[in-house]
């Protein structure tokens, strides 16, 4: 009688055993089989924009002054540059709309350095670039890529790659999308476990 009881609970507890045994492993499997879609993500999104100005926007050049970050936006035919500090990407302020006084011709920014910049005057009247449409195009799924979102009628163009940020002008305003590269699971939990355990 004392055997039998005694193999009913080697039996439960083997039982038990194969069960923990059987839902660690089908754990470990879902947590290595991921979807794509729970996996961190690399993307492009507006993060500010600005109302249209009274001229098309046909340039852009960035600079930093200090600890603030500013965008020259250069209007067509070298009639002006509107100053816009984008030190808050999502947050733009247009600060002035500067004229080009007294240099005649068609001037266009060539660089800038915080509150200089260096003016180029064209003699003639160089033709403007026709507009052009930008997509935003995602590829996580490269059998089935999906354009994200669509800029038509674009007239400039420019980045601040210090920031990951790109500048799209076109009917509708100024444009600022910001890059963002998803974290490696595997690196950050590699850095958890030694902030957590190393230290």
């Given at each position: 009688m004392g055997s039998f009881k005694l193999k009913r609970q080697w039996i439960a507890?083997?039982?038990?055993?194969?069960m923990v045994g059987s839902a660690s492993l089908a754990s470990a499997k879902s947590k290595t089989?991921?979807?794509?879609?729970?996996?961190p993500q690399d993307s492009i999104e507006v993060v500010g924009h600005i109302p249209p100005t009274n001229h098309p926007v046909t340039n852009f050049v960035s600079t930093q002054h200090y600890s603030s970050y500013y965008l020259y936006a250069e209007h067509e035919s070298g009639r002006d540059i509107t100053l816009i500090?984008?030190?808050?990407?999502?947050r733009p302020l247009v600060l002035a709309d500067v004229p080009y006084t007294g240099l005649g011709g068609s001037e266009s920014?060539?660089?800038?350095?915080?509150?200089?910049?260096?003016?180029?005057n064209e003699t003639g009247n160089p033709q403007a670039a026709p507009p052009q449409s930008l997509k935003i195009m995602d590829f996580s799924d490269p059998q089935h890529p999906k354009v994200?979102?669509?800029?038509?009628?674009?007239?400039?163009?420019?980045?601040?790659?210090?920031?990951?940020?790109?500048f799209i002008a076109n009917p509708e305003g100024i444009?600022?999308?910001?890059?963002?590269f998803a974290t490696d699971p595997d690196v950050e939990a590699?850095?958890?476990?030694?902030?957590?355990y190393d230290h």
């Open positions: 507890l083997g039982m038990a055993i194969a089989h991921k979807s794509d879609a729970s996996q500090d984008v030190t808050k990407s999502s920014l060539l660089a800038v350095a915080g509150t200089a910049a260096l003016v180029s994200a979102r669509e800029f038509t009628g674009v007239t400039a163009v420019g980045k601040d790659n210090q920031r990951g940020l790109v444009w600022i999308l910001q890059r963002h590699a850095y958890t476990k030694q902030v957590l």
